[in-house]
């Protein structure tokens, strides 16, 4: 059974935040900025990973 989450608060937390979203094996620069959120997708466009940094 799929539970019905609601995100709307979470979300809530990074907007007007930079975020940089990329695919998985994609090249990224090494500039460490602490207030972005990288958001990382696979090939079926699904996130595997979320980190700020």
């Known amino acids: ?8 608060k979470s979300l809530q937390t990074i907007v ?8 998985s094996g ?3 620069t090494q500039d460490h900025q602490p207030q ?3 958001i990382e ?3 079926a466009q699904q996130v595997v990973r979320m980190w700020w940094g």
């Open 26 to 28: 994609d090249m990224l």
């Open 1 to 8: 059974m799929v539970q019905d989450i609601d995100y709307s």
């Open 41 to 43: 997708l696979n090939d």
């Open 36 to 38: 972005r959120l990288n």
């Open 16 to 23: 007007g935040k930079v975020i940089r979203v990329y695919q």
